[in-house]
Structure formats: C-alpha cells, structure tokens
C-alpha cells in the first residue's frame, strides 16, 4: 500500500486514511441504534428500574461496531480487527439482550462482506465459518420471537431463521469476493501499464544509445578518414616542401580537396539527420574508376586491380571519401581501391562475386573494408596491401598489409601498437582499448575503429578476426554466414 498525502502531511508506510463511505455508514448506523437503543436485558442485574444499566451496554457496543466498521481500511491488519471486534461485539449483545436490532445486523454483515474482500485466506474462510457458526444461535433467538403455528411448527421456526442468515451472509460475501477481484483486476492492470511505462522508457534510452552509436558510427566515417588523409598529406608535404615545392603544392591541393568533401558530408550527414525521409540512392563518381582494367565485369568475374593499372601519383583526389554516396554497398568497394591508390596507397583487389547481397550487409562489409585500409595509411603508410572480397557460400572479406619497415621506424605506431604479441594491435588497431604514442609524442585517446567495425558486423551477423601476419603484416578478415548475407534475396 502506498502512502497517502494529505492536507496534515504524509502518513506512515502501510496506512491509509479511513473510507469515507464506510465513516458515513458508521455514523448513519450510530445515529439510529443511539435513537432505537434496546432497554430490555436477558440479565436481572442490568435491568434496573428504568434500564439504565442495559442502555450504557448497548451504547457500547454501538459504539465498538460503528468505529470498526469506520476504520476497517486503516492499515491492512485492520480488516482482521475489525471483524474480531464486531464479533465480540455481537457476542455481548447476544448474551445480555433478548432481543435482534438492526446493529447486530447490519454489523455482522459487514463483517461477512469485510472478510472476502479485506482479508487474505486461509483467514478469510476462518472468520466466515465463524460468522455462519454465529448465526445459528442467533437465528435460534429470533425464532422464539415467533409463533409456532405461524411457521407450520416449532422446528420451522428454527430452520427459516438459520437459512434465512446464512443466505444474506452468504449474499454479502459474494459481494465482497466480487468486490475483491475487481480490485485486483485494477491494482494488475495499473501494474502493467507501470510495467510497460518502464519498458518503453527503457526501450526509448536503447534507442537513443543505438542512435548515438549510429550517429558516432558515420561521424567517424565521413569525417576520421577524411582528417586521417588531410594529416598525412599535411606530413608529406611538410616533408617535401623544401626539396620538391610542386610535390608539396600536390598534397596541399589534396588537402584542400578533402577538407571540402568533408564539409560537404557532414552538412549531408545533418540534413539527413533532420530529415524523416530515406537518404538519396548512392550516385557512383565514374572517374574514380577510369583506369581500373575489367571493372565493367566487377559483378560476375575476379579483378585483379594492380598498382601498375591505376594513375600514378599523388596529386589525385582524397582517399576513401564518399560523397553523395548515402549507402554505399560492395559495388562501390572498387571505387574506394581507386582513391587509395590515388593516394598513394599500393593496394590490389580480389573479388570474386556469385551471388546478391543484402544491402545492409554490404553497407557493413563495405565501411569496415574502408576503415581497414584508412588503418594502414594511418599506421603503415605506402605498405603493400591487399583486399579480397568472396561472395558465394558465405561472404568474407580480407585485408591484408605488408611489413613498412620505414612507416615503423619514423614513430608512425608506438612498440605496442604493432607486436604481433599483443591481440587486436597493429596498423589496423584504430579500436585498440589502450591509448599509444603517436607521431610528434602526442598522447593518442582510445581510438573507436576496430570497436565500429566489430558493432558494424555484429549487426548483421557476422564476425571480425583481427591479427598478425607470419611475415610481420597484419591482416583483418570479416565474414558473414551465408543466410544472413543472401537474406536480401528471401
């Protein structure tokens, strides 16, 4: 029971203020039995020469059966003692008047009605057998009252009385159980509706942290590559700006061309954000891929893309930059070996297509490929890498890059970031739980990479597998069962 509040403060835990219908009864029964008191006693000591004596007792057992019948929702005991009192109550007015009133009946029917719909068994059954047992001597002093021959005998004048009360506190008590479910019906239902205010409550908070992880997701997608390429252009051309001003000015124009794609996607990240309606389809940038031999044949035979069969040089656009690409699936994964080659990057492609894709899928594989390689050139830069991509019983992905002993060497990833000894480093370990040195002595913060690509996958199903190559490389494979790839095809 909750507590309640009211105008003289808050009551202690259990209790609840007093019915109002039950202490307009009590009033109402209290007025009538002090207005009609019974002045006659079974007992020559309380008769008196006015009955005196016999009126005092029948007000105090008005008085004791009107404030039970008054507090009897007080606190959840107080259904027992309020049934226990009018019994005793009633006990009295049987042993000292001669005589029924409306008191006596009204109280001990209350009484009956209070036990089903108040009290928990096995108590309630005790205290009604007690009241049907009460009945029976009672019945049996109202029927002395009436004449025998009005009820065709003397045994009838017994039985009509006792069945008589037994069904009004028979009737009573139906009215209390009634009364009892009803109650029960709306303290479940109330708890329900608390249950599910709780589950939706908790459902809106997964949905904001799913969204926040989403939101985080394509923020590091869109923007991490894009900074991660302006960085290392930025250390290149510092590198060369004295010795090869036109290299330099290659990778400034680089870095400008980046910075704008960026802005450019963040601005459609907001839009879509702000919107209801689904993202535009994915427009392929066709010159991304001039120069990639058999790309026309991408969807049904293996390319092989070498480093020789793509434009050389770095003064080309940013690596691994999507623009107008919403959704970009495994069809645009040749695109995104394109711009890391132009790059600079030395990367080869391997795929090996046989059947669709869920697109969800693709959109998962895909972002991961992209961050796999935005690892290398992050931590391994100019190492030789390549990706292979096979859908058919299962799809998988793998890349996999060279040893860089100089992209080692010149403080690119600290000592922990690439020993084969240590689980989940390497060029690849953007995700890794622990924060290393980077260029310039720079304390790096946990990076999120290699945790999105594990959320990305586990999304749909599928799994990642990071680790040291035999030769000192590192390799990230991602796989998918095949029912939860070709799922878009049921």
């Known amino acids: 029971m909750t507590r309640t509040v ?30 009609n008191p019974l002045g006659t006693s079974r007992l020559s000591g309380l008769e008196g020469s006015d009955g005196s004596a016999a009126i005092v007792v029948f007000y105090g057992i008005t008085a004791v059966c009107c404030t039970a019948i008054a507090l009897r929702r007080l606190h959840p005991v107080a259904p027992v003692c309020s049934v226990c009192a009018i019994g005793v109550a009633l006990t009295v007015h049987l042993a000292v008047f001669a005589d029924a009133s409306v008191l006596a009946l009204v109280s001990c029917l209350l009484a009956a009605e209070t036990t089903q719909s108040r009290i928990r068994r096995p108590w309630s059954l005790v205290l009604l057998t ?5 009945i029976v001597p009672a019945a049996c002093r109202a029927g002395e009252t009436i004449d025998p021959q009005a009820t065709g005998g003397s045994v009838n004048r017994l039985i ?9 506190v028979s009737v ?12 029960e019906r709306v303290e479940q239902a109330l708890e329900r509706a608390a249950i599910l205010r709780a589950q939706q409550d908790t459902e809106r908070r997964l949905a904001v942290v799913q969204e926040r992880q989403r939101i985080a997701r394509d923020v590091h997608d869109l923007v991490g590559h894009s900074l991660s390429v302006i960085g290392m252009q930025a250390a290149g051309a510092r590198a060369v700006l004295a010795s090869d001003p036109g290299a330099a000015d290659a990778a400034l124009a680089v870095i400008g061309e980046t910075s704008r794609r960026a802005v450019d996607e963040v601005r459609a990240l907001v839009d879509v954000l702000r ?55 495994l069809e645009e994964v040749p695109v995104l070996i394109a711009r890391a080659r132009r790059a600079g990057l030395p990367v080869s492609l391997s795929l090996s297509q046989t ?32 990706v292979a991509l096979s859908v058919g019983d299962a799809l998988e992905a793998v890349v996999t890059n060279e040893k860089n002993e100089e992209s080692y060497s010149d403080g690119a990833v600290d000592a922990a970031a690439v020993a084969p000894a240590s689980p989940g480093a390497g060029p690849h370990a953007d995700g890794e739980r622990s924060a290393g040195t980077h260029r310039g002595g720079r304390r790096g913060r946990e990076g999120t990479g290699l945790a999105s690509m594990e959320e990305r996958l586990a999304d749909v199903g599928g799994s990642l597998e990071v680790g040291p190559t035999p030769t000192g490389g590192w390799r990230v494979r991602m796989s998918v069962p095949a029912a939860v790839a070709s799922r878009g095809d049921a």
């Open 355 to 386: 059947g669709d894709v869920d697109p969800e899928v693709g959109r998962a594989v895909y972002r991961c490929v992209q961050e796999a390689l935005t690892n290398v050139m992050r931590h391994a830069a100019g190492a030789p890498t390549a």
């Open 6 to 35: 009211g105008r003289f403060g808050r009551l202690p835990d259990g209790w609840d203020r007093p019915d109002m219908a039950d202490v307009l009864l009590s009033v109402l029964l209290g007025f009538f039995s002090m207005a």
């Open 172 to 183: 009573t008590a139906l009215v209390g159980a009634s009364r009892r479910r009803a109650r």
């Open 160 to 168: 009509i009385p006792i069945v008589t009360g037994w069904a009004l």
């Open 130 to 134: 007690l009241i049907y047992a009460g």
């Open 275 to 329: 919107t209801d309606e689904d993202p535009p389809p994915a427009v392929k940038d066709t010159k991304d891929i001039e120069g990639i031999e058999g790309i026309e044949d991408v969807d049904r035979t293996t390319v092989a893309v070498r480093p020789g069969a793509m434009p050389a040089g770095r003064d080309v656009e940013p690596v691994l930059a999507t623009v107008g690409e919403a959704s970009p699936g």
